[in-house]
């Protein structure tokens, strides 16, 4: 049996509401989903909410309610946000859902059962924001860098992972597997924390007459699993580990979406956890940068909290998706405004992809009754769309939305091209040309099938309206085999129905 592809987002901090941070990763991951259940791959996608640690209970504290309710109604919020936006992962998993605490109790205790866990005294730099330890060089001017605050100073025993144990083991993973971290610099990012010596031994619990609101260690029922080493377990339990016989092989092929600000939890926490169980590390860690606002990270800790999700509203889930994929480089922060969001939705969308798609069907409405004519030779835009396709494969295979379309416009703009150059409006005047009318607009046709199918896992419900006007249900639609040239049958029946994208001016 074939493994299925698997993918993850981080699990988000349900303290305060979704956003475009959170959003983003979300909608990266749908995207992939989609991309490899359209090639025909079982695929797995995994998202949810990490719920235990002190920000919630302190979040739940401000607001005079109980943790577990809080957290209930966060969840929801997050788990109804993704179902509005018609996010398609197959399970939202919670960290306070029992199978979790299961699974993380059995993973810890195998862990401490293989002598990987000691009993220490110690003091650092805590930060909550972060839920972590920092090391001073960590600090901006004695603040995290992240939230911006002092971090606190905590002594306490604890229980710590032996951690350094494996940095030699992870250092020799990185140099030898080009393709673990990408892009390139997160992985010199991780291998420079390594050679930093700035990390040790992790902290792995909590003194429960601290925090009680996390998973008791099985060993030891005064601490709670820290948040990060519960955490992290979610991608386990989301497969079934440690009971359903299918979790190896669906482990095998798990690829991990991140933000860059949790690199070292992924890149070196994980790793090192996954190599002391004796699991096998995971086939991919990918690594996205920042929406900005301004030059400020958008999430809930700034203070310029702007709700860009919620631009949505104002012009459409779709064309948001299609700006974030197509917009941040991969492993590149970028900036997030709505200018740029208007501009893409006019250009790409309104005037190349929305024009393509009613000037074609628009004509066969004019000059075939709305009927597909008969299939021609094929002309030069079957190359263009095998090329297109290719683009596609390579972009997703290298987990970057943005190479991804921008190969997929390239077909939209070489039919564009084809249809000046054609000039149908000209051959329709001469019914002696009507047989290189039918083969024009049989291809335009073709180009915009392949257009529209390559374009459902980053615009599911355009890729569909798309596909509908020409016949087709969005069901029909594979990249299983090659772009199958040819498909669209003569005879079928059209509609150019409304605009697609409206133009819109920004105010
Ligand atoms: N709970 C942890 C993750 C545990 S995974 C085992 C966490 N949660 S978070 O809610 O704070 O952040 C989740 C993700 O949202 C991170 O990948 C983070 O990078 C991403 N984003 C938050 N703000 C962001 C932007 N402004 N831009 C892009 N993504 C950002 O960390």
Not at 295 to 302: E, T
Not at 458 to 479: C, K, W
């Amino acid at each position: 049996m074939s493994a299925p592809f698997y993918v993850t987002t981080p699990i988000y901090y349900p303290n305060a509401d979704p956003h475009l941070g959170s959003a983003y990763t979300t909608i990266y991951a749908d995207t992939l989903a989609r991309y490899h259940r359209l090639l025909g791959e079982e695929t797995l996608f995994l998202t949810g909410t990490d719920e235990h640690g002190e920000k919630m209970a302190q979040a739940a504290a401000e607001q005079g309610v109980d943790t577990q309710s809080f957290v209930d109604r966060m969840a929801l919020r997050f788990r109804s946000q993704w179902e509005a936006l018609e996010l398609t992962p197959n399970r939202f998993i919670r960290t306070t859902d029992a199978d979790h605490v299961r699974a993380v109790r059995h993973f810890w205790q195998q862990l401490y059962d293989r002598g990987e866990v000691e009993f220490r005294d110690y003091t650092g730099l805590y930060c909550v924001g972060c839920e972590a330890f920092l090391t001073p060089s960590e600090l901006v001017d004695g603040n995290c860098a992240d939230h911006g605050r002092p971090p606190e100073q905590r002594s306490e025993s604890n229980y710590f992972f032996k951690m350094s144990d494996y940095f030699d083991w992870l250092r020799s993973e990185l140099e030898t597997n080009p393709d673990l971290i990408t892009p390139p610099r997160f992985k010199n990012e991780v291998l420079g924390m390594i050679e930093g010596g700035g990390l040790q031994d992790l902290c792995i619990t909590r003194p429960v007459e601290r925090l009680s609101w996390g998973i008791p260690a099985p060993w030891d029922e005064n601490y709670v699993i820290y948040v990060w080493a519960d955490a992290l377990i979610n991608y386990l339990t989301g497969i079934g580990y440690p009971d359903d016989p299918q979790w190896e092989l669906r482990w095998s092929r798990v690829h991990h979406l991140i933000g860059k600000d949790i690199l070292k939890a992924h890149g070196v926490f994980w790793p090192t956890f996954l190599r002391a169980a004796g699991l096998p590390l995971y086939r991919g860690l990918h690594v996205h940068g920042h929406w900005l606002l301004g030059s400020q990270k958008i999430s809930k800790s700034a203070s310029n909290l702007v709700d860009a999700l919620g631009l949505k509203d104002k012009y459409g889930f779709e064309p948001l998706r299609y700006y974030v994929l197509r917009d941040m480089p991969f492993g590149q922060d970028s900036e997030f405004t709505e200018e740029h969001l208007v501009r893409r939705l006019n250009s790409d969308l309104a005037n190349d992809l929305g024009n393509l798609v009613s000037r074609s069907l628009g004509m066969v409405e004019r000059y075939f009754d709305g009927v597909v004519p008969e299939k021609r030779a094929p002309g030069t835009l079957r190359e263009a769309a095998a090329r297109s396709a290719e683009g596609v494969r390579a972009g997703m295979q290298a987990f970057s939305t943005r190479n991804a379309l921008e190969a997929l416009f390239e077909l939209v703009g070489a039919a564009n091209k084809y249809i000046e150059d054609e000039a149908p409006w000209k051959l329709a005047k001469d019914p002696a040309q009507r047989e290189d009318l039918e083969a024009v607009l049989y291809e335009t046709l073709e180009a915009v099938r392949v257009a529209a199918t390559l374009l459902s896992p980053f615009m599911p419900q355009t890729g569909a309206s798309i596909l509908a006007r020409l016949g087709l249900e969005a069901t029909d639609a594979s990249l299983a085999g090659d772009v199958d040239w040819g498909r669209l049958e003569p005879g079928t029946r059209v509609v150019k129905g409304e605009a697609l994208f409206p133009r819109v001016e920004l105010e």
